[in-house]
């Protein structure tokens, strides 16, 4: 039995090098007949992505790093398209942007995970020991416990082989918890008493909870009397993640850190949306109670780390670089079952961004880790270059469906910007998207780029800023806009007009955006990474050299690029 099962994970591992390490997948390989579409190679590889790392599907889980080595473990499907059989699948990578594929970490195996091997964290503990903390399944009802696993060598730079000791499960679920909503275990943090805390996702009726754990040893745990914190009406929180961050500079923490000089991040993934969101807050050690700010929306109307396809995030600290890095999920849109867009893989890790709070207290900002500028080749500018309005200028000379660009606009008044009707304030900002989108003609904005574009434009996923006026100050919206991305007419492919707003001074009368542009997902970094949006696509026209990349105006108010660095991407080794 145990024989059978590691041999068929062999199996699905060759599987799973084969399909992302080697782009001329053969056919003929048999043992890949039931996880391959019926469609062709060049269909399958249409939407690939070139330098983002493509796990096969499903949620990430605690990445880490150890001894020089970045560790993703990620949820994965070793039988297939539909979602089910998870094990901790592992790659790891010396950069963040290329990864070696190695065994899965974790599978179901014992009666305390013999039905899944769900979401976690990872923890280094004092002597320089990582240990998973993970949810396995344990009955058909999906009953949920949590429990640990550790490297079976240390001295193995790769830790390859997990053990999940006797003593699990570590935790199970008392009489006030739902069993099958108690999941995901934390990073876990270490009290100035010496005692171990982490955190739980749940739910009592529709108020999502996070359940905190104590221990001294890290073996037996005890139940906090009240949950860390709490929402009403937000329903089950999966994949939290707790941290600090600096109110003093743009380093990360570590997760232990605490301070004058220190907030803490509440990030929940709400089930119900499935949307990633956070506040900003303060912790209270001594209470363990986390307590958002005042301005902090505490909820579905709150902050995003995306305002796109992105799920499931979780950050670490990184001490060789001194930095917080955050990874995500970015899910498929294309949701036609029978469509030729069945490609043998579903979903991609976005790209590492690293994280840090913005001098203002009132949200995160992120950028893409340094490490991927070393996959940036050709090279074209554009500086000081005039839009009025309904004018567009092609970016040429780069390979504009992978490719990596920076453009800073400036303009010479806020005189234009268009009314904010006050009805709108009640609205997602993906709404006032949806009916303020690109097209429709605006004061100060509509403006940005037009990526993954025909030549003439039948199809494009516009990334745009559109600049209204409120009563006594001015709000930028930021759109990445999906739903012209494809002339596919599909009516369950998913083509939102994603969007939130950037919380950014415009007295400098600049607005400055990067895209990462990959095939079949468009990353964009708002104003320095204050606001981001992450698009999946799938053009049928714009497809690798018949993609087009420009850059437009279409308000009144022209208009400047100030500067427009656009480079190629290299492909990643995965
Ligand atoms: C542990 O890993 C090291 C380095 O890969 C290897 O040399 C050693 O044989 C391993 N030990 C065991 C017990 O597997
Ligand atoms: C627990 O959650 C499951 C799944 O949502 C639900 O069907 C069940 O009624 C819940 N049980 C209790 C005791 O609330
Ligand atoms: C994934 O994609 C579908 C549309 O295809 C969407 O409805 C869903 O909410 C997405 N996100 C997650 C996290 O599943
Ligand atoms: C700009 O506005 C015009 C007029 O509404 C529209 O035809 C055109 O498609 C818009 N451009 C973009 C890039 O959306
Ligand atoms: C405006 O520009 C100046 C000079 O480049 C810079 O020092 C300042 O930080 C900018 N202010 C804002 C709000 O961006
Ligand atoms: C795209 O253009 C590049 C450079 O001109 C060329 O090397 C490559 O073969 C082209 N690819 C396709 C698929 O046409």
Redesign the pocket.
């Known amino acids: 039995m145990e024989f059978s099962r590691k041999c068929s994970l062999c199996a699905f591992l060759l599987f799973f090098v084969l399909l992302f390490c080697n782009n001329e997948v053969n056919a003929s390989h048999e043992v890949f007949r039931k996880l391959q579409s019926l469609s062709t190679n060049i269909v399958r590889n249409l939407f690939r992505t070139g330098f983002h790392f493509q796990p096969p599907r499903h949620w990430i889980n605690g990445p880490m790093y150890y001894n020089g080595i970045y560790h993703l473990f990620y949820q994965y499907n070793p039988k297939g398209e539909v979602w089910g059989n998870i094990v901790w699948a592992h790659s790891v990578s010396v950069d963040l942007v290329n990864w070696i594929n190695l065994e899965p970490a974790i599978y179901p195996s014992e009666a305390f995970d013999k039905y899944g091997t769900w979401s976690g964290s990872t923890t280094i503990l004092p002597g320089n020991k990582p240990v998973i903390l993970y949810t396995g399944i344990i009955d058909d009802e999906q009953s949920q416990v949590q429990n640990y696993a550790i490297p079976a060598n240390l001295t193995d730079p790769f830790l390859r082989k997990w053990i999940k000791p006797d003593n699990n499960p570590l935790v199970v679920a008392d009489q006030s918890i739902n069993k099958t909503k108690f999941r995901d275990p934390t990073t876990a943090w270490l009290g100035q008493d010496g005692l171990w805390r982490m955190l739980v996702g749940s739910l009592r009726g529709r108020r999502g909870l996070a359940l905190l754990y104590w221990s001294r040893d890290f073996m037996k745990w005890t139940k906090a009397k009240h949950p860390i914190h709490s929402s009403a009406d937000t329903g089950n929180w999966e994949c939290v993640d707790f941290f600090p961050v600096s109110l003093e500079h743009t380093d990360g923490l570590d997760t232990s850190s605490h301070g004058e000089k220190v907030k803490h991040v509440l990030k929940v993934s709400l089930d119900d949306t499935r949307y990633d969101y956070y506040t900003i807050g303060t912790y209270d050690t001594k209470k363990d109670r986390y307590t958002p700010d005042e301005t902090m929306v505490d909820g579905w109307k709150g902050l995003r780390l995306d305002y796109g396809n992105f799920y499931a995030s979780k950050t670490f600290y990184d001490p060789s670089k001194n930095r917080r890095i955050l990874m995500g999920w970015a899910n498929e849109s294309d949701v036609v079952p029978t469509d030729a867009i069945n490609k043998g893989w579903s979903g991609i890790q976005t790209i590492p961004r690293r994280l840090w709070l913005d001098p203002s207290g009132r949200h995160l900002v992120q950028w893409p880790v340094e490490e991927l500028e070393h996959l940036r080749k050709q090279k074209v500018e554009i500086r000081n270059y005039r839009l009025n309005k309904g004018e567009k200028v092609e970016v040429e000379g780069i390979t504009p469906a992978q490719a990596d660009v920076e453009v800073t606009f400036s303009f010479s008044s806020l005189e234009n910007a268009e009314e904010f009707d006050p009805s709108w304030a009640d609205l997602y900002a993906q709404d006032v998207c949806g009916f303020r989108g690109s097209t429709v003609q605006g004061g100060l904005g509509p403006f940005g780029l037009l990526t993954l574009s025909s030549e003439n434009l039948e199809e494009y996923t516009p990334v745009f800023f559109r600049v209204f006026k409120t009563q006594d100050k001015y709000k930028v919206l930021m759109c990445s806009d999906a739903s012209r991305s494809s002339v596919r007419n599909h009516k369950k492919m998913y083509k939102p007009s994603f969007a939130g707003y950037v919380d950014v ?1 415009l ?2 009368k ?1 607005l400055s955006l990067r895209s990462l542009i990959d095939h079949s997902v468009v990353e964009s970094f708002g104003a320095g990474g204050k606001t981001v949006i992450t698009s999946r696509v799938y053009p049928a026209l714009s497809i690798y050299n018949d993609t087009h990349l420009f850059a437009f105006n279409n308000g009144t108010e022209t208009v400047r690029i100030e500067n427009l660095d656009a480079w190629s991407m290299d492909k990643c080794d995965r």
């Open positions: 001074d007295t400098n600049t």
